[in-house]
T-cell receptor, first 113, second 113 residues
């Protein structure tokens, strides 16, 4: 069964204190792993796609990496505006079916000045 | 750009009542879907559509109905509301089935009492 587990559930950081969020996954035939940002009262917003182990993507203070079993979202020198819930999702290759997204429960990040 | 528009934003229903959550997108996307988001659980797919006139069930379809008469609109109907349907509902649209082209609405908060 396809499964996504994110840790920690919540993370409090001081402004400038770098850290990493983890997304562990179990899927037969990974089509893609996706990171989203969700602000309170809003829908998720796409950040990154990773397709194969060893791949890395960067955007401002965020960097996503992928191995065969997990992905990390590294946050370098975070600012208060980085506070949000970060969601991870995987998509598997499925024959003759729409490739559904399987979401994790998210990591709620709070960055304090 | 409006993107994905959901109405209403907030709704309180009594058990047994029916209602429709509206969703419209102006990006000419073929793929549309409905998710629900509950505390401690990832986003779960309720129903999806790969084009006008075509709908299919997702992970948690019971108690919900959908139709897709136009490319732009994808309403979600609650047939007989139950307290277990208290949740935040997100409509999404995408250019294709990939998770990196998906746009979410801002959500509809539904409480069933």
């Amino acid at each position: 069964e396809d499964q996504v587990t994110q840790s920690p559930e919540a993370l409090r950081l001081q402004e400038g204190e770098s850290s990493s969020l983890n997304c562990s996954y179990t899927v037969s035939g990974l089509r893609g792993l996706f990171w989203y940002r969700q602000d309170p009262g809003k829908g998720p917003e796409f950040l990154f796609t990773l397709y194969s182990a060893g791949e890395e993507k960067e955007k401002e203070r965020l960097k996503a990496t992928l191995t065969k079993k997990e992905s990390f979202l590294h946050i370098t020198a975070p600012k208060p505006e980085d506070s949000a819930t970060y969601l991870c999702a995987v998509q598997a290759h499925r024959r003759g079916n729409t490739d559904k997204l399987i979401f994790g429960t998210g990591t709620r990040l709070q960055v304090f000045p | 750009n409006a993107g994905v528009t959901q109405t209403p934003k907030f709704q309180v229903l009594k058990t047994g009542q029916s209602m429709t959550l509206q969703c419209a997108q102006d990006m000419n996307h073929e793929y549309m879907s409905w998710y629900r988001q509950d505390p401690g659980m990832g986003l779960r797919l309720i129903h999806y559509s790969v084009g006008a006139g075509i709908t299919d069930q997702g992970e948690v379809p019971n108690g919900y109905n959908v139709s897709r008469s136009t490319t732009e609109d994808f309403p979600l109907r609650l047939l007989s509301a139950a307290p277990s349907q208290t949740s935040v509902y997100f409509c999404a649209s995408s250019y294709d089935s990939s998770g990196n082209t998906i746009y979410f609405g801002e959500g509809s908060w539904l409480t069933v009492v």
